[in-house]
């Protein structure tokens, strides 16, 4: 396991996408965990600490938009960035993610290269 290995954790609770957003980032060497609801998301990223977190926003148990305020009210998760990325792309969703906490909002499709892009610039910014 490398060191330098940035952690990211996917919070989705559809497997394919989950299944294509890993690949997507193993291919850029990102280390990848993953949990299939917010209240899981939240237990996962408080074991493993992740550098990035990408939270889907409708979900079972816990919605990302939940998840994301809890994460944002404990210390550790202040200042990590959290990509939402959801198939609800409208103007609500984007505006009640970003008062979330939310550091960016994605609309599902998306393209491979805009999600590591995006990784990249929010890992570049916070480290």
């Known amino acids: 396991m490398n060191k ?18 890993s690949d997507i980032l193993k291919k850029e060497n990102y280390q990848i965990s993953i949990a299939a609801n917010g209240q899981l998301g939240i237990k996962k990223a408080l074991e493993i600490n992740p550098d990035l977190i990408i939270m889907d926003i409708m ?41 979330s906490g939310a550091s960016s909002f994605m609309a599902k499709p998306f393209s491979p290269g805009e999600i590591v892009e995006e990784v990249k610039k929010l890992l570049t910014n916070s480290g």
């Open 4 to 21: 330098n290995m940035k952690k990211i954790l996917i919070v989705d609770d559809q497997a394919p996408m989950v299944k294509i957003l």
């Open 59 to 99: 979900m079972p148990v816990k919605n990302g938009i939940d998840a994301i305020r809890e994460l944002r009210e404990l210390d550790n998760f202040k200042k990590t960035p959290i990509i939402v990325l959801t198939a609800k792309g409208g103007l609500n969703d984007y505006q009640s993610a970003m008062d």
